[in-house]
């Protein structure tokens, strides 16, 4: 048997559970301004005690009408008549729990159904714009803080969500074609004599690029 400072624990946690889906499925499709932790955790509560309390009032009236559940001997002695019944204490607790998580998803999808995604959870967009497929090649031209342009073939990124520090782009010469640079300042583009360059993220400004068919080795 959990102790019941522990069951309380869970408890709680179960129920901020919902505003927590909230929180994530908005940000995947609005952007949302920079808040403190004090805020965002109140948001959370709020929300979470809100859809938690909405479902359990709507799992109790189902299974008290269809006499899953004795309303009156639970709210006498809820603990009590926990213990005695724990198969339909914690089938009311799943049904809760289910309602909760999957109606706040529900709402929160339909109520920004009109956005697209402003990104993937997991995911960066230099992954889902820059990274390796099969069936394409990507030519990029990079704005470098510094002025610089370096413009080149997509050989290789880092796709992974990391802080920009953390990236690098490489880009080469391919297709008969030399990495291009431009310094700041200047209308002239020369050709590069490297064979490739590496980029850290840090030191990117901007990334415009264009889709080829077929991979750069095909």
């Keep these: 048997m959990l102790p019941s400072s522990l069951l309380a624990f869970v408890v709680v946690a179960a129920s901020i559970t919902p505003g927590y889906i909230w929180v994530r499925v908005s940000e995947t499709r609005v952007a949302r301004p920079e808040r403190t932790q004090l805020l965002e955790l109140a948001e959370l509560i709020i929300v979470g005690a809100l859809a938690s309390s909405l479902s359990f009032l709507s799992v109790l009236s189902l299974a008290s009408w269809f006499n ?4 009156r001997a639970l709210a006498d002695d809820g603990t009590t008549y926990a213990l005695e019944n724990p198969s339909r204490s914690l089938g009311v607790f799943v049904a809760v729990l289910g309602l909760a998580y999957g109606g706040t998803w529900a709402i929160a999808r339909l109520v920004h159904r009109d956005r697209p995604p402003i990104f993937e959870h997991g995911s960066s967009a230099w992954q889902v ?43 080469v010469r391919a297709r008969g074609e030399a990495i291009k640079i431009r310094a700041l300042g200047s209308a002239e583009i020369v050709d590069s ?14 990334i415009g690029a264009a889709y080829f068919s077929g991979a750069l080795g095909d």
Excluded: K, Q
């Design 129 to 171: 714009m820059l990274g390796y497929n099969p069936g394409r090649s990507v030519y990029a031209t990079v704005d470098l803080r510094d002025g610089t342009t370096v413009a080149g073939w997509v050989h290789i990124c880092t796709v992974e969500p990391y802080p920009a520090e953390r990236r690098e782009l490489v880009l």
């Design 193 to 206: 004599p490297d064979h490739f360059v590496i980029i850290n993220g840090a030191d990117v400004v901007t």
């Design 68 to 71: 899953f559940v004795e309303v």
